[in-house]
């Protein structure tokens, strides 16, 4: 068995591993190249593989530097299974089509200057057809489930804390009698963040593969994050500015949204003055919030109590959701003190590069980066210092203060990869250190080997390796007391949420109810009752 890394491999973008094996030829992720030019191209070699001959695929989470290639594989003849948690299906039928759709308008605005310059036309990587094909491939999981994909595969998907839905993998791979545990940590998030739940951390295998984004990083305490957005929203405002938010239409826009929610919802002290008004102006954060709010069951516990008590996260009196384009240009004609958070999260694309042309120059504004910026990337650039850029054909100032919040990132820092690393109570025999950019892989390497005294690869771009089998021991992939305590745990779970709904007045929780949304619940209501009887069933028959 070999794993060959063809993407994530010395940079941040891109990610796609190929496992081949005697019988099986599978990847995991298999996301866009983003970044500079040089970088992008890559997504225009093709695959390293052949998309026909790969048996399935398993998916991390519904970012697109993991997951925005999938159209263009079974565009190019892949027909298998995607498995992948139900929030990463649901946030990959949004973010697929927009990608495509940004693929298609890329494509038209591109040939239209070299048909002026009489150069062959371009293909858009992939169309909306082949987006929407794609989805047909999708399976939902949920984790801790094992899943038996054969004889030979077999996968858990575990919280990975980084995006509603996000997973790391443990994969047990069998040959010639022999199992082999990969662990893929995909990416991993902070503790304690809002909405989501902790990493989870694993117990052993024989090779890891894992994330390095923020190898060498200590991102700051999460409260003063939050007081300093707070503070530049305040002060920016007092000099009547606009305060730029770049944010990720998926994950980020939604954690900022609570954290705002909580602080103006729950702040006795906050005047009706200081209520700065917020705007989220991207349609796909629309979208992506409310599939956020179609997989509450994935909440942390935090954010699920405040759900069962009445308090839709996601909104607050002096927030406005932005939908149409008349809407998001009517911003830009007005001057006074709001909060503009918009897609996307390095500023290369979308609506948010308007705002910042038209706030940039503004030394009363600011910008407010609160996640990673790739190299080559206007986010990037910014925050180099540079003292104007390019946006749109125009050459704007930039006289607004630019800041950067690293600790909103969704990746995990330094002491946190080392802990989840050192976590291990049977540590892999080699750990190969992906997605991340040289410094920052270079000094974490050097952290586990040194501090943790394990034998670590950073893979070149294509680079293969051969993965043998752990001749010394076989790993569980649970134990039987491990199995009757989740059960038990669950169940008992389930029960006191029922407690929770069963204390609330329904009638008016469904007072406004309509037909569409009535249908909806009484599906979902036969479908926990039919679960519920083949639960007591079981439940009788074991005890015969």
Known sequence: MDIQFLGAAKMVTGSNFLITTKNEKFIIDCGLFQGNDETEALNREG??????????????????????????????GFTGNIFATKPTVDLCNIMLLDSAKIQETDTEWDNKKRMRAGKPLNEPLYTTKDAENSLNNFRECYYDEIILVND???????????????????????????????????????????????????????????ESTYGNTVHENRENIIQNLIKIIDETSAKGGTVIIPAFAVGRTQEIIYELNEYYEYNEDIEYHQRVPIYVDSPMSLRA?????????????????????????????????ISSVDESIALNKVKFPRV????????????????????????????????????????????????????LGEEIAVKASIYNLDGFSGHADEPMLLDWVNSFTTKPKKVFIVHGENDEQKEFYKTLTNNLKLNCEIPELYSKYELKPNEEKVYDEISKEEMEFNLYLEIEHIIERMKQLKEQDLSINFKDVDLKKYSEVKRNLNEIKDNLMDLTRYVENKKK
């Open 340 to 391: 503009i958070i918009s897609s996307s999260g390095m500023a290369n694309a979308g609506r948010v590069r308007h705002h910042l042309k038209h706030n940039l120059w503004d030394e009363n504004s600011a910008v407010v980066f609160v996640g990673y910026q790739a190299k080559g990337t206007l986010g990037r650039i910014l925050l180099d210092g540079k003292d104007s850029v390019k946006i």
């Open 152 to 210: 030979n595969v077999k996968f858990r998907f575990s919280d990975a804390g980084h995006i509603l839905g996000s997973a790391i993998i443990e994969l047990w791979i069998t040959e010639d009698e022999k199992t082999t545990k990969l662990v893929f940590s995909g990416d991993l998030g902070m503790p304690n963040k809002p909405i989501l739940n902790n990493p989870t951390y694993i117990k052993d295998a024989d090779y890891l593969i894992v």
């Open 47 to 76: 695959f390293k593989f052949n998309p026909e001959e790969i048996d399935f695929m398993l998916l991390t989470h519904a970012h697109i530097d993991h997951s925005g290639r999938i159209p263009l594989l079974v565009k190019e």
């Open 289 to 321: 919030t409310e599939a956020f709010l179609n997989n509450t069951y994935f909440f942390n516990d935090k954010a699920k109590n405040l759900i069962f008590k009445g308090d839709n996260v996601f909104e607050f009196d002096n927030l406005k959701y």
